[in-house]
């Protein structure tokens, strides 16, 4: 399955990349994307699964994970070992660190080489900044207001001000410091992936009309993207001791705008063909180990989200795999039905994996401060100020793309 020399490309049908594929809702990603491809296209069609993990041990061990998977699916549901799966599904494991522009720029390179088209691009590797959890004010919220505070908890902690490791290396050190950093979380949530897509836009601009009108971009956000954490003079979150949650405010932003008229002279430069489209998706609320705590804290976390689910919350998905109902619904829904469900131009939507009290998942619309739950943008009001937040932060990453350009094309 992963050797490109078996594979011409007229035998692929569908390509699409998924970024921190190697655990946690990354690789569930995957797995939900490999069981609804099987299940639902006919043996013609076939997949090329793209994922990126940090190093080449990661890359190893998901695809022998990702190759059991296919082979506990096939034998799930009965097909008969002769059935041609295998041909169905080929898996390419790339490797990227998000926190190095570098290693995008690189990636990129490879990307542009070895593919026709990209159907798909699933932006979904991250990594919060937790540092841990103020237990007296979780006792306190899950007390006095439960069902609220394990969803949207405030007690969480994080590092203020941590940059990633310089990306010209050789620099002087006070150099580096100053002018070739970057905010850790930001860097990884958000710019990491803007880079990346702009790199790889022209594969995005291969993907036929015909079969879904251009490429998808699917940004993966939080319901903690609230929108006190984040700050226009403060975009990558530096100053911010919610630095993981302004990153997820700021892709709100970008996503839900990237439609609207006033965004055009931005989204044009970072996505030149207008036949790609962007849109946002969000896990719900999983069970992961993205919040740095004891072992024995994950089983009663666990415990106590099932209990939200019970009690009513609509957005306690526990599982990852249920957590990977929206985003590969985005994935593999025909266009004609993503633009039924988000009325055409500017009636974007933030689509998270919703769940019922007995564990049945469904894509479901989310509300978004500002924006609102049912696509498009208010008039006045909030939804003014929105718009306008949209343009400013369209023309700041892409002021900050065209300088990190040139600063690394003067280093080559």
């Known amino acids: 399955m992963t050797d490109r020399e078996h594979a011409t490309v007229e035998d692929f049908h569908s390509y699409i990349l998924v970024t921190g594929a190697n655990g946690g809702l990354g690789y569930a990603i995957c797995c939900r994307l490999i069981d609804e491809f099987i299940l639902t296209r006919p043996n013609s069609h076939s997949l090329r699964l793209i994922i990126t993990t940090r190093d080449k041990t990661k890359s190893h061990d998901t695809i022998a994970k990702l190759k059991d998977h296919i082979f506990r699916t096939r034998k799930h549901h009965k097909l008969h070992e002769k059935t041609p799966l295998v041909a169905k599904i080929y898996l390419q494991a790339e490797q990227v660190d998000l926190c190095q522009l570098p290693s995008v720029q690189t990636l990129v390179k490879r990307l542009i080489r070895s593919l026709p088209k990209l159907d798909t691009v699933i932006l979904n590797a991250g990594h919060g900044g937790f540092t841990g959890v103020n237990y007296p004010l979780a006792v306190w919220s899950l007390l006095t207001d439960f069902r609220n505070a394990m969803?949207?908890?405030?007690?969480?902690?994080?590092?203020?001000?941590?940059?990633?490791?310089?990306?010209?290396?050789?620099?002087?050190?006070s150099t580096a410091k100053d002018s070739t950093r970057l905010g850790d979380v930001f860097c990884s949530n958000v710019f990491g992936h803007y880079m990346l897509v702009h790199g790889i836009a022209p594969l995005l601009s291969n993907a036929p009309e015909a079969s879904g009108g251009g490429g998808r971009i699917i940004w993966i956000s939080s319901l903690e993207a609230y929108p006190s954490t984040f700050s226009l003079t403060d975009l990558?979150?530096?100053?911010?001791?919610?630095?993981?949650?302004?990153?997820?405010?700021?892709?709100?932003?970008?996503?839900?705008?990237?439609?609207?008229?006033?965004?055009?002279?931005?989204?044009?430069r970072f996505l030149p063909s207008h036949h790609v489209k962007q849109y946002l998706a969000h896990p719900g609320i999983c069970a992961t180990n993205i919040l740095p705590v004891h072992w024995l804290l994950t089983y009663i976390v666990t415990a106590a989200f099932y209990i939200a689910r019970w009690v009513g919350s609509p957005w306690h998905t526990v599982t990852t795999y249920k957590g990977a109902c929206a985003p590969v619904w985005l994935a593999l829904a025909s266009q004609e039905e993503l633009d039924a469900m988000e009325g055409g131009d500017g009636g974007a939507g933030k689509w998270g994996s919703g769940i019922d009290w007995r564990g049945n998942e469904r894509a479901t619309r989310t509300e978004v401060q500002g924006w609102g739950g049912g696509g498009g943008v208010r008039t006045g009001g909030d939804g003014e100020g929105f718009e306008v937040v949209g343009r400013r932060c369209w023309e700041a990453m892409e002021g900050l793309r065209e300088e990190w350009e040139g600063l690394l094309l003067a280093d080559e």
């Open 151 to 173: 969803t949207y908890p405030k007690f969480k902690l994080s590092g203020v001000g941590d940059l990633t490791d310089p990306q010209i290396p050789d620099k002087s050190p």
């Open 236 to 268: 990558q979150g530096l100053s911010s001791p919610s630095a993981y949650e302004s990153s997820k405010r700021l892709t709100d932003i970008l996503a839900l705008s990237s439609r609207l008229p006033t965004t055009r002279p931005y989204t044009t």
